[in-house]
């Protein structure tokens, strides 16, 4: 009976602590969470144009010393933000570089106020230290100009810009096999300023924000459909008040001095209207290319087989070699691209594969060879970062089989190499058709490393995951890329289904 009581009472006691415990923990974490919660109705979301991400930063700093407002930025490209809004992004604003993704949000009556009060110009770009002189857009046509950056045109209003020029001048059909689609402005701006290209289309504004490029040709206002900036209000704005009172802010006469240091252009006379009606023109289409395809199986294919036997005789030594700290580093560094981000990998890639890196500079230099922005960097790229999927399955394999089998072969009169093909690898079969199947499934699925070496070029460098990134600046956004998607799904569980049936098929036979 005391054991009962001894017992009851100590539930009790267990039950009260926890109780306390929990009502200390709300305590405590209450006032911050309040606190972050009155933080947010003072709070302003704003998505802006990769273009603008200077000028957007400093002009929120200046308003949160201010007002004590917290400004919350997100830069992507403008036809990114719009479908990020259309799928109910928790956003209060919206700054557009151009017309056609503001009248794509305004048909969706996603907007409710609308301003234009600044503008800018293209212009033509080249690396500081470059000797090129280019006096109109004709010359971009010349043997020195072997590649030209541009934002996408498939969507991003920077690279519709940079299209429309050159349609003007009618040379656009002849310089698209150089022209290197970027995801957005600021990224064709890096392809310029790290020397991976020899000349780039840019709005005037970013231009200006780089001082390791030059601008060598401004390109005339009447080539193309005006630049300006659509400031929008969203209908779905949590602090619309804040929002009115920010875009007050960004019109006043000191702010539009502010946005001319940075490049822009103030309109001399600015439209601001509330929309009270479907608008006319809507966000450009896609057409579909089935080159993607082709180009991923192909890319996927070289780059699996090709490392296939420097993955075998790495996977053995790291399976014989004893552990030591040059093993521990070998190891690191086979199996690294498998945890860092690919967009980390791609600009190491770029780094070294651009002509002013440490192994391309030598080889542009002398033997005028070229690799960034190529279908031979779309191989590298999807062989670095598969590369690990490769090793570790054959390595797993080579660990596995029983040194006595290879010391009875060797006391049979077999030559360590003959031991080894007639031995050793027969018997890891299971490991290398697993890791070539890995290897091929992720060099299909490679994007990050992909877009920033080889670029996004169309018909020379654009596989699936390229596409469909593509289609996400169509006004159809990823529904006009499903096609693509389920050709992507098909050939991955193709290819994982082919390595099980011979899998099977290795394994009946040696039984």
């Given at each position: 009976m005391l054991?009962?009581?001894?017992?009851?009472?100590?539930?009790?006691?267990?039950?009260?602590?926890?109780?306390?415990?929990?009502?200390?923990?709300?305590?405590?974490?209450?006032?911050?969470?309040?606190?972050?919660?009155?933080?947010?109705?003072?709070?302003?979301?704003?998505?802006?144009?990769?273009?603008?991400?200077?000028?957007?930063?400093?002009?929120?700093?200046?308003?949160?010393?201010?007002?004590?407002?917290?400004?919350?930025?997100?830069?992507?490209?403008?036809s990114t933000l719009a479908h990020q809004i259309l799928a109910g992004a928790n956003a209060d604003l919206y700054i557009s570089a151009g017309e056609e993704w503001a009248d794509f949000l305004e048909k969706k009556n996603r907007v409710a106020l609308r301003q234009r009060p600044i503008k800018?110009?293209?212009?033509?770009?080249?690396?500081k230290t470059s000797?090129?002189?280019?006096?109109?857009?004709?010359?971009?046509?010349?043997?020195?100009?072997?590649?030209?950056?541009?934002?996408?045109?498939?969507?991003?209003?920077?690279?519709?810009?940079?299209?429309?020029?050159?349609e003007y001048c009618s040379i656009y059909d002849t310089i698209q096999p150089?022209?290197?689609?970027?995801?957005?402005?600021?990224?064709?701006?890096?392809?310029?300023?790290?020397?991976?290209?020899?000349?780039?289309?840019?709005?005037?504004?970013?231009?200006?924000?780089?001082?390791?490029v030059r601008v060598v040709f401004e390109i005339p206002p009447e080539f193309t459909n005006p630049i300006t900036y659509n400031f929008i209000k969203l209908r779905s704005a949590k602090n619309a008040a804040i929002a009115d009172d920010f875009l007050q802010f960004l019109g006043t006469p000191e702010i539009q001095k502010e946005f001319e240091k940075f490049g822009f252009v103030a309109c001399h006379s600015p439209v601001s209207y509330v929309p009270d009606g479907v608008a006319n023109s809507?966000?450009?289409?896609?057409?579909?290319?089935?080159?993607?395809?082709?180009?991923?199986?192909?890319?996927?294919?070289?780059?699996?087989?090709?490392?296939?036997?420097?993955?075998?005789?790495?996977?053995?030594?790291?399976?014989?070699?004893?552990?030591?700290?040059?093993?521990?580093?070998?190891?690191?560094?086979?199996?690294?691209p498998l945890v860092l981000p690919p967009v980390v990998t791609g600009y190491f890639l770029l780094y070294l594969?651009?002509?002013?890196?440490?192994?391309?500079?030598?080889?542009?230099?002398?033997?005028?060879l070229k690799l960034i922005f190529t279908p031979v960097a779309a191989v590298i790229a999807a062989g670095v970062v598969s590369f690990p999927l490769l090793v570790r399955p054959i390595r797993l394999a080579f660990s596995e089989i029983d040194p006595r089998m290879a010391g009875v072969a060797r006391t049979l009169g077999a030559s360590r190499i003959r031991t080894f093909f007639s031995v050793t690898l027969p018997l890891s079969r299971r490991g290398l058709?697993?890791?070539?199947?890995?290897?091929?499934?992720?060099?299909?699925?490679?994007?990050?490393?992909?877009?920033?070496?080889?670029?996004?070029?169309?018909?020379k460098t654009?596989?699936?995951?390229?596409?469909?990134?593509?289609?996400?600046?169509?006004?159809?956004?990823?529904?006009?890329?499903?096609?693509?998607?389920?050709?992507?799904?098909?050939?991955?569980?193709?290819?994982?289904?082919?390595?099980?049936?011979?899998?099977?098929?290795?394994?009946?036979?040696?039984?």
């Open positions: 054991t009962k009581m001894y017992i009851s009472s100590k539930k009790l006691r267990n039950r009260r602590f926890f109780g306390s415990f929990i009502f200390v923990a709300f305590a405590v974490l209450g006032s911050p969470i309040a606190g972050a919660a009155e933080e947010k109705e003072r709070s302003l979301t704003v998505l802006a144009a990769a273009s603008m991400t200077d000028v957007v930063e400093s002009l929120a700093e200046r308003y949160r010393e201010k007002t004590g407002c917290q400004v919350a930025t997100n830069f992507a490209a403008s800018t110009q293209l212009v033509v770009i080249v690396p000797k090129l002189s280019l006096g109109s857009l004709n010359e971009l046509l010349q043997e020195d100009v072997k590649q030209i950056a541009i934002a996408d045109p498939s969507g991003v209003p920077a690279g519709l810009r940079a299209k429309e020029a050159l150089r022209l290197v689609a970027a995801k957005d402005v600021r990224a064709a701006l890096r392809y310029v300023e790290t020397k991976a290209v020899e000349a780039g289309i840019v709005y005037a504004s970013d231009a200006k924000a780089n001082e390791s809507t966000a450009p289409a896609l057409h579909r290319d089935w080159s993607p395809v082709y180009l991923s199986l192909l890319f996927a294919t070289l780059a699996a087989s090709l490392g296939l036997i420097p993955a075998i005789f790495l996977a053995l030594w790291l399976a014989r070699e004893e552990r030591g700290i040059f093993h521990w580093l070998i190891d690191t560094s086979v199996n690294l594969l651009s002509p002013s890196g440490p192994i391309c500079e030598i080889a542009v230099h002398w033997f005028d058709i697993a890791g070539w199947v890995l290897a091929f499934a992720r060099s299909l699925g490679e994007f990050g490393a992909t877009i920033m070496v080889a670029g996004n070029i169309v018909g654009q596989t699936i995951p390229l596409a469909i990134y593509s289609h996400t600046h169509s006004a159809e956004g990823l529904e006009s890329s499903l096609p693509l998607i389920l050709v992507a799904v098909f050939i991955s569980c193709l290819a994982l289904t082919l390595g099980s049936f011979l899998e099977r098929g290795r394994v009946r036979n040696a039984a």
